[in-house]
Each structure stands twice: as C-alpha cells, then as structure tokens.
C-alpha cells in the first residue's frame, strides 16, 4: 500500500509565497523523479516542476524563475516552494512519482488573491 500526501495549498495574496509538500507513505519501489503538476478551472492538467532521482530539474515556463522544487530522498518527500505568486497561479496542484507506475497525490488548492 502507498499514498501521497500533498499539502499546504491556502489562500495567499499576489507576491506572497506558499511550500508545498508531499510525502510518500508506503513502499513505491524505483522512483525514477518527482513533481509537481496542476489544474486549473476548466484547463488541462500542465506540469509545474521535476526533479529526477540524480537531481536534475526542469519547469514549466510559466513559473520559472519564481518556482523551486526540491526532494529529500531519505524521506520520500518532494517540495515546492513558490514565490512572487500570481492570480494566475491559482489551481490545485498535485505531485506526481514516476516510477514503473504514475502515482498521483489527491491534490491540494492553491488561492492567490488580493
């Protein structure tokens, strides 16, 4: 048995800044990366940020620049921390392991605005 747990979605003002978390509870055996996507009213699923097993991170352009994501191996957690947010940044966003199988977190909102 597995699950993802991602939190930390609130309600935040434009410019503010939120982390995100998600831990793995649970064996997934062979995680190849780790990520972040999200999901906007009426839009398609888009991915936010990736980081591999070795380290090597890539993004969505829309938040380049102002998004991090990180990973702690040892715990099975990936984070995401955002910065300088925009309205348009609001949706609920889920993280994603990628392993011989696709799991997905059950997704946490993010709100930002004034």
């Known amino acids: 048995q597995w699950r993802l747990w991602d939190s930390g979605g609130a309600l935040v003002r434009p410019g503010g800044f939120l982390r995100l978390s998600c831990p793995a509870f649970?064996?997934?055996?062979?995680?190849?990366?780790m990520g972040w996507y999200r999901q906007a009213p009426g839009k398609q699923r888009e991915l936010v940020g990736q980081v591999t097993r070795m380290g090597s991170t890539n993004y969505g352009e829309s938040v380049k620049g102002r998004f991090t994501i990180s990973r702690d191996n040892a715990r099975n957690t990936v984070y995401l921390q955002m910065n300088s947010l925009k309205p348009e940044d609001t949706a609920v966003y889920y993280c994603?392991?990628?392993?011989?199988?696709?799991?997905w977190g059950q997704g946490t909102q993010v709100t930002v605005s004034s």
């Open positions: 994603r392991y990628s392993a011989s199988n696709i799991y």
């Open positions: 649970g064996t997934i055996p062979g995680i190849i990366a």
